[in-house]
């Protein structure tokens, strides 16, 4: 049996969400926008479906346009976010250094494009300060846009807080909550959020789906130009079952989230005390502010990959940053951020659980990570260096 303990990079699809799918496919195959029956049948699903996606947030059913997933959602709000600022002539951004690469990339963009982008220092817990965001606005700060959760350390900010801070100052703010939403509760009204963004494959929905919420009164401008889909902010024809699929997954996991919260979260306790018996290894980011599946450590004296594939052989699917970056040299940006040198960043593991996983999948994962620590480390001339003390422990 195949152990999966990689649920930040995409979870496996709910029966619920599957059985959702289907008679989008077979029977109600219409096109919302036609006026015949079939399209229109099409249409309330859309309804619906938009309806349930805002119930789950506290948000108005006008209030969430459906994207391609949550790349896609974070693009349109920093984008929009930017053109309503250029229209003002504010073009400063306020981010922090260990966002995902979707928002990274769509602001480094914007960066030579002429906008000025502040990165926050993340602290070596994970996790940024409303005061940090309070020092970096400036009169001309258009948009702030943290995320609710790291997708590989798992640290949770003080989003609340610091959207109060920018609600104060009128600025707007967006946080990327991919890996919150259907796992920790969202009220959109109380955290003070203008935009949010969200992608059903991370909790157990379809590939290919997400949604952005956008608060009444805030501008949004389109990625994709052509018919009116989404009130002329997300031409195509809709990906009805994707949508339908999508929803009811969210829903789902809303029903249950307390119920599994607890359970993922004693578990991932559980993981994180087997780990930490491991010799000169340690976790990353906050012990406890932390989403209810993650786990992610740093080993000294290993190679991250190694130990992904020595740990796959072993029936057991795991990450070493995130599943962006893997294949690439570079150590993760998170890691770094968070001041891990390079040299440990590249020996990071990260375990991300969700209700499915057991007690006895933990053990197992327990056993195999510390043997195959202690394989990798019994070959490697670097960790000989340290033993024999010609180069210093930087994990003790
Ligand atoms: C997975 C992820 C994304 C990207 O979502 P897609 O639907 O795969 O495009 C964005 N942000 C975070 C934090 C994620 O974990």
Not at 367 to 392: F, H, I, N
Request: proline letters at 4%; hydrophobic letters at 40%; glycine letters at 8%.
């Amino acid at each position: 049996m195949r152990i999966y303990a990689d649920n930040a990079a995409t979870t496996r699809m709910s029966e619920t969400a599957i059985q959702a799918m289907l008679p989008h496919f077979r029977e109600n195959y219409g096109n919302p926008s036609s006026l015949h029956t079939v399209g229109q049948t099409a249409a309330e699903a859309l309804a619906k479906a938009r309806a349930d996606v805002a119930a789950c947030l506290n948000a108005k059913p006008g209030e969430i346009y459906f994207t391609s997933g949550g790349s896609e959602a974070d693009n349109q709000a920093i984008r929009s976010a930017a053109k309503n600022g250029a229209m003002q002539g504010k073009k400063h951004i306020v981010s922090t250094a260990f966002e995902h690469h979707a928002v990274l990339h769509t602001l480094q963009s914007l960066e030579k494009e002429g906008f000025e982008v502040t990165l926050l220092d993340v602290g070596k817990d994970g996790l940024v300060t409303p005061d940090q965001v309070v020092a970096a606005l400036r009169e001309d700060t258009c948009l702030v846009t943290i995320m609710y959760a790291n997708n590989e350390i798992g640290t949770i900010q003080p989003i609340r807080e610091i959207g109060a801070v920018c609600k104060a100052k009128k600025v707007p703010f967006h946080t990327d909550a991919v890996q919150v939403a259907g796992h920790l509760p969202i009220d959109v009204v109380a955290d003070n959020i203008d935009m949010l963004s969200l992608s059903g494959h991370k909790f157990h929905g379809p590939k290919g789906t997400g949604a952005l919420y956008v608060r009444q009164g805030l501008r949004l401008h389109s990625l994709i130009e052509g018919g009116g889909q989404e009130k002329s902010k997300r031409a195509g024809t809709e990906n009805i079952a994707g949508i339908v699929s999508m929803a009811a997954a969210l829903q789902e996991a809303c029903a249950h989230l307390e119920e599994h919260a607890q359970k993922v979260t004693a578990l991932r306790d559980k993981l994180i005390q087997g780990l930490s018996a491991i010799p000169h290894g340690e976790l990353n980011g906050h012990p406890t502010q932390r989403l209810p599946g993650n786990v992610n450590f740093c080993f000294e004296g290993i190679e991250g990959e190694s130990m992904l594939l020595l740990l796959d052989d072993k029936g057991i699917c795991a990450s070493s940053g995130s599943a962006c970056t893997s294949g690439s040299l570079d150590p993760s940006h998170v890691l770094l951020a968070i001041g891990r040198p390079h040299e440990v960043a590249h020996g990071s593991l990260r375990l991300s659980l969700c209700h499915e996983n057991t007690e006895e999948e933990v053990n197992e994962i327990i056993q195999a990570v510390t043997q195959v620590v202690a394989y990798l480390r019994s070959m490697s001339p670097l960790w000989r260096d340290l033993e024999k003390g010609v180069k210093p422990h930087v994990i003790q």
